[in-house]
Protein backbone atom coordinates (compact mmCIF):
# COMPACT_ATOMS: atom_id res chain seq x y z
CA UNK A 1 0.00 0.00 0.00
CA UNK A 2 1.32 3.71 -1.06
CA UNK A 3 -0.22 6.74 0.42
CA UNK A 4 0.88 9.51 -1.43
CA UNK A 5 1.28 13.80 -0.37
CA UNK A 6 1.83 16.41 -2.59
CA UNK A 7 2.84 20.02 -1.49
CA UNK A 8 4.07 23.27 -2.63
CA UNK A 9 1.27 24.47 -4.52
CA UNK A 10 0.31 28.23 -3.68
CA UNK A 11 -0.13 31.74 -6.08
CA UNK A 12 2.55 32.98 -8.23
CA UNK A 13 2.62 36.08 -10.62
CA UNK A 14 3.08 34.96 -14.40
CA UNK A 15 6.88 34.38 -15.22
CA UNK A 16 7.57 33.15 -11.75
CA UNK A 17 8.25 29.64 -9.97
CA UNK A 18 7.10 27.08 -7.81
CA UNK A 19 8.41 23.62 -6.57
CA UNK A 20 6.24 21.00 -5.92
CA UNK A 21 7.08 17.76 -3.64
CA UNK A 22 5.35 14.54 -3.56
CA UNK A 23 5.79 12.60 -0.63
CA UNK A 24 5.09 9.02 -0.13
CA UNK A 25 4.60 6.41 2.22
CA UNK A 26 5.29 2.67 1.88
CA UNK A 27 8.99 1.66 1.11
CA UNK A 28 7.83 -0.56 -1.96
CA UNK A 29 7.58 3.40 -3.45
CA UNK A 30 11.01 3.36 -3.73
CA UNK A 31 11.12 0.53 -6.39
CA UNK A 32 7.76 2.10 -8.55
CA UNK A 33 7.58 4.58 -10.89
CA UNK A 34 6.41 8.55 -10.16
CA UNK A 35 4.66 10.83 -12.33
CA UNK A 36 2.64 14.33 -12.24
CA UNK A 37 -0.30 15.00 -13.48
CA UNK A 38 -2.63 18.32 -13.60
CA UNK A 39 -6.19 18.81 -14.10
CA UNK A 40 -7.10 21.85 -15.82
CA UNK A 41 -10.18 23.28 -14.51
CA UNK A 42 -13.15 22.00 -16.93
CA UNK A 43 -10.33 19.27 -18.72
CA UNK A 44 -9.08 15.57 -18.25
CA UNK A 45 -6.02 15.20 -16.03
CA UNK A 46 -3.17 15.42 -18.65
CA UNK A 47 0.72 14.05 -18.17
CA UNK A 48 2.79 16.28 -17.19
CA UNK A 49 6.12 14.61 -16.32
CA UNK A 50 7.75 11.28 -14.96
CA UNK A 51 10.63 9.89 -13.52
CA UNK A 52 11.82 6.24 -13.18
CA UNK A 53 13.58 4.17 -10.68
CA UNK A 54 16.55 4.40 -12.24
CA UNK A 55 16.39 8.52 -12.82
CA UNK A 56 15.11 8.40 -16.23
CA UNK A 57 12.56 11.15 -16.99
CA UNK A 58 9.85 12.22 -19.53
CA UNK A 59 8.15 15.58 -20.13
CA UNK A 60 4.79 16.55 -21.75
CA UNK A 61 5.71 18.93 -24.88
CA UNK A 62 3.97 21.82 -23.35
CA UNK A 63 6.47 21.98 -20.28
CA UNK A 64 9.76 20.64 -21.73
CA UNK A 65 12.68 23.33 -20.88
CA UNK A 66 10.09 25.10 -17.68
CA UNK A 67 9.71 22.21 -15.66
CA UNK A 68 12.66 19.60 -14.10
CA UNK A 69 10.95 16.60 -12.30
CA UNK A 70 13.51 14.80 -10.20
CA UNK A 71 13.54 11.66 -7.25
CA UNK A 72 15.41 11.92 -3.83
CA UNK A 73 18.56 9.63 -3.30
CA UNK A 74 16.00 7.74 -0.80
CA UNK A 75 13.39 7.59 -3.76
CA UNK A 76 10.47 8.22 -1.00
CA UNK A 77 10.20 12.35 -2.36
CA UNK A 78 9.85 13.53 -5.44
CA UNK A 79 10.01 16.76 -6.79
CA UNK A 80 8.74 18.80 -9.85
CA UNK A 81 10.33 21.99 -10.46
CA UNK A 82 8.27 24.41 -12.55
CA UNK A 83 9.92 27.35 -13.85
CA UNK A 84 8.03 30.39 -15.86
CA UNK A 85 4.74 29.54 -14.75
CA UNK A 86 1.74 30.92 -16.88
CA UNK A 87 -1.65 31.22 -17.06
CA UNK A 88 -2.23 28.20 -18.92
CA UNK A 89 -0.70 26.05 -16.36
CA UNK A 90 -2.84 26.83 -13.72
CA UNK A 91 -4.66 23.63 -12.17
CA UNK A 92 -4.81 20.87 -9.68
CA UNK A 93 -1.38 19.21 -9.78
CA UNK A 94 -1.50 15.32 -8.46
CA UNK A 95 1.64 12.62 -7.81
CA UNK A 96 0.97 9.10 -8.99
CA UNK A 97 2.54 5.79 -8.81
CA UNK A 98 1.64 2.41 -9.97
CA UNK A 99 1.87 -1.41 -9.24
CA UNK A 100 0.85 -3.47 -12.50
CA UNK A 101 -2.69 -4.04 -10.58
CA UNK A 102 -3.22 -0.67 -8.76
CA UNK A 103 -2.81 2.90 -9.24
CA UNK A 104 -1.97 5.22 -6.46
CA UNK A 105 -3.13 9.21 -6.32
CA UNK A 106 -2.08 11.73 -3.93
CA UNK A 107 -4.97 14.29 -3.14
CA UNK A 108 -3.46 17.10 -5.12
CA UNK A 109 -1.89 20.74 -4.64
CA UNK A 110 -3.60 23.84 -6.46
CA UNK A 111 -1.46 25.81 -8.41
CA UNK A 112 -2.41 29.54 -9.59
CA UNK A 113 -0.71 31.74 -11.59
CA UNK A 114 -1.82 35.62 -11.86
CA UNK A 115 -1.15 37.48 -15.36
Known amino acids: QVQLVESGGGLVQAGGSLRLSCAAS????????LAWFRQIQGNQREFVARVTIGGVTNYADFVKGRFTVSRAANKLTADLQMNDLQPDDAGMYFCKTWEPIEDYWGPGTQVTVHS
Open 26 to 33: GEIFSFLP
